[in-house]
T-cell receptor
Framework: DSGVTQTPKHLITATGQRVTLRCSPR?????VYWYQQSLDQGLQFLIQ???????AKGNILERFSAQQFPDLHSELNLSSLELGDSALYFC????????????FGEGSRLTVL | QQQVKQSPQSLIVQKGGISIINCAYE??????FPWYQQFPGKGPALLIA?????SEKKEGRFTISFNKSAKQFSLHIMDSQPGDSATYFC?????????????FGTGTLLAVQP
């Protein structure tokens, strides 16, 4: 158990809809990272937050947004969903600096029909 | 320049054999090179990591070999076991303390046959 909690584990929705994925980091970790894993793209970095502020941005679509709340949990919002957005979405957390290790949750599997 | 290229895409090894997975990078600012292991239905978990000031790191049956001049690194799994069957990802980071974000390779699906 990594200590990172993601909900929901599975989500099925239709094209054009909006969903919110939630992540609770390990106790004490201030950094949260979001990754998208699809069969043909591997693990793609989307965005990182540190203590409530955006720290790094990757290949995140404009239809996607994220935020980190004062209690350090994070949410990834996916809107105007397309079939191609079907993927596993992972959240990871870390203590900034330190060993550099990211601790991953078990992911949220999104299926867009 | 931010890519990490990983090969092979899949690998089948007999129990007791050596599994070798290779990665290459372009960004010379990368300063941290971990390998993650992922089992079906689970998130990736750190297996072993190396920084560029050493050429090799060994932890049990797992060894990272690092070639800074060639910008390549590899994972060797000695005495491979069926329980090692998983997807392995190499990664790299140039965080420098500001961010620990990892750029991942595309993954290698390893199957160890009994």
């Amino acid at each position: 158990d990594s200590g990172v909690t993601q909900t929901p584990k599975h989500l099925i929705t239709a094209t054009g809809q909006r969903v919110t994925l939630r992540c609770s980091p390990r106790s004490g970790d201030l950094s949260v990272y979001w990754y998208q894993q699809s069969l043909d793209q591997g693990l793609q970095f989307l965005i990182q937050y540190y203590n409530g502020e955006e720290r790094a941005k990757g290949n995140i679509l404009e239809r996607f947004s994220a935020q980190q709340f004062p209690d350090l949990h994070s949410e990834l919002n996916l809107s105007s969903l397309e079939l191609g957005d079907s993927a596993l979405y992972f959240c990871a957390s870390s203590a900034l600096g330190g060993t550099g290790e990211l601790f991953f949750g078990e992911g949220s599997r999104l299926t867009v029909l | 320049q931010q890519q990490v290229k990983q090969s092979p895409q899949s690998l089948i090894v007999q129990k007791g054999g050596i599994s070798i997975i290779n990665c290459a990078y372009e960004n010379t600012a990368f300063d941290y090179f971990p390998w993650y292991q992922q089992f079906p239905g689970k998130g990736p978990a750190l297996l072993i990591a190396i920084r560029p000031d050493v050429s090799e790191k060994k932890e049990g049956r797992f060894t990272i070999s690092f070639n800074k001049s060639a910008k390549q690194f590899s994972l060797h799994i000695m005495d491979s076991q069926p329980g090692d069957s998983a997807t392995y990802f190499c990664a790299a980071s140039d965080g420098g303390g500001a961010t620990n974000k990892l750029i991942f390779g595309t993954g290698t699906l390893l199957a160890v046959q009994p």
